[in-house]
């Protein structure tokens, strides 16, 4: 009697969300205080229903709770609330809503760059940041991780390590991804980061399946799937399925595909069953789910992953001894992923394509003459926006004369004199 329902309802969710980032939702303190709060009436704000899947996560376990955190996904698009951002991506990656991840994360950027005010800024620039990434703009994506960065230093505020991790492990060399995955761990194993953990697990079962070492990337994914971390759960699934199944190991490759469809059936989104059919193609071998799985993800929003379906289905293609249906795929993947900067990927796709008879042009992404550092791509992109350089400087941490000396060198590798011909420019590279 007389409890404010509204304000139980965000210290239950702030609760709740502050025991994800930990990496703590399957513990049983936590599953006692979920019990707990849904006790609480919550109403039908997109913060109540947001804490419904929460809870119902923590007690009942992922498959009960992806409905409730689709239909709190949709209540945020139309809502525009976006200072729970830091939770709500999280539920859209469980909840495998592609549209929903980009028109959340675009509206987040452009309310940073109007100037508006939105909790955690780092936050907003690296969940676009992971948008961009799985869309195949690895360039763009680099931009906002550098950018929130900046910020992460000069106030203390949290960024979420996802995108930054998966661009180091597609884009570095393996020695050194390896060396800042295992830096990565060590420190958040130091503050007690569950959550960063598991998010060094999953990439650590990313490496190793780029590079073809299925058995450790089975580890590695096992490992991370100790506890069902929400927002990385099912990336952690495709993976194991993945490696399991081109090491051999098809209990578990099949275990995981169990699990992936049942997330699939309470949600059974286009990017939900492309995944789905992919494992599936993997595990039984059918053309057939290699094709649907092509047909469901949608290239302009998932570019990486196709790109990879694309690569998995040529090396069966190739195995088939059917060569030429198989040059057409790795071909494609081999060009995506060059333009990615994907180099590990690129390079494993020439290998199949060769072996296919096929000769392979070398060919480095962004090595031509006009291309912009992450920084000064940065730079540019605000000036188009019409950023003066002390605005542009304020947003970098610059001194408006290093702005301005940056502009300078972005001119000379674009071939132009003034920032009127910019976006021009970058329209055409």
Do not use: C
Not at 286 to 314: I, N, Q, T
């Amino acid at each position: 009697t007389g409890l404010d329902q509204d304000a139980a309802s965000r210290t239950y969710f702030a609760a709740m969300g502050a025991a994800v980032h930990a990496g703590r939702l399957g513990e049983d303190d936590l599953r006692r205080v979920a019990a707990e709060a849904r006790t609480v009436p919550t109403e039908r704000s997109a913060v109540g229903q947001l804490l419904d899947g929460l809870t119902a996560w923590a007690v009942e376990g992922p498959a009960p709770a992806i409905p409730l955190l689709a239909r709190a996904v949709d209540a945020f698009v139309a809502d525009a609330d976006l200072d729970s951002l830091w939770m709500v991506v999280p539920a859209v990656h469980e909840a495998r809503d592609i549209e929903a991840f980009h028109r959340l994360t675009e509206r987040a950027v452009q309310r940073v760059r109007d100037g508006g005010r939105i909790s955690g800024r780092p936050a907003a620039l690296t969940f676009r940041a992971g948008a961009l990434l799985h869309a195949g703009r690895f360039a763009d994506a680099s931009v906002l991780v550098d950018e929130a960065r900046a910020f992460q230093q000069a106030t203390g505020m949290y960024a979420p390590p996802g995108a930054e991790l998966s661009l180091m492990v597609y884009r570095e060399t393996e020695p050194e991804a390896r060396a800042l995955l295992d830096a990565m761990a060590g420190a958040a194993a130091e503050r007690g980061e569950g959550r960063v953990l598991a998010h060094v697990d999953y990439h650590r079962a990313l490496l190793h399946n780029q590079y073809g070492r299925h058995q450790a990337a089975v580890t590695a994914a096992q490992s991370a799937l100790q506890q069902p971390d929400l927002g990385i759960h099912r990336w952690v699934l495709t993976e194991l399925v993945e490696a399991a199944a081109r090491a051999g190991d098809t209990g578990t490759a099949a275990a995981a595909r169990e699990r992936m469809a049942e997330l699939t059936a309470a949600n059974p989104t286009a990017w939900a069953r492309g995944e789905l059919a992919l494992a599936s193609a993997l595990i039984e071998g059918k053309e057939d789910h290699f094709r649907e799985a092509l047909e469901l993800l949608p290239a302009s929003r998932l570019g990486l992953e196709v790109a990879r379906v694309r690569l998995l289905y040529g090396e069966w293609l190739r195995r088939e001894n059917r060569r030429t249906d198989a040059r057409a795929q790795l071909r494609a993947a081999h060009d995506a992923f060059t333009t990615m900067g994907a180099a590990a990927l690129a390079e494993r796709a020439g290998r199949e394509l060769s072996a296919t008879g096929e000769t392979v042009r070398a060919r480095v992404a962004g090595a031509a003459p006009g291309t912009l550092t992450s920084q000064e791509s940065q730079i540019a992109r605000l000036a188009v926006a019409g950023r003066t350089n002390p605005e542009i400087g304020a947003v970098l941490f610059l001194s408006p004369r290093t702005v301005e000396w940056h502009l300078r060198k972005i001119f000379t590798k674009l071939g132009i004199t003034s920032r009127r011909e910019l976006a021009k420019a970058l329209d055409h590279r």
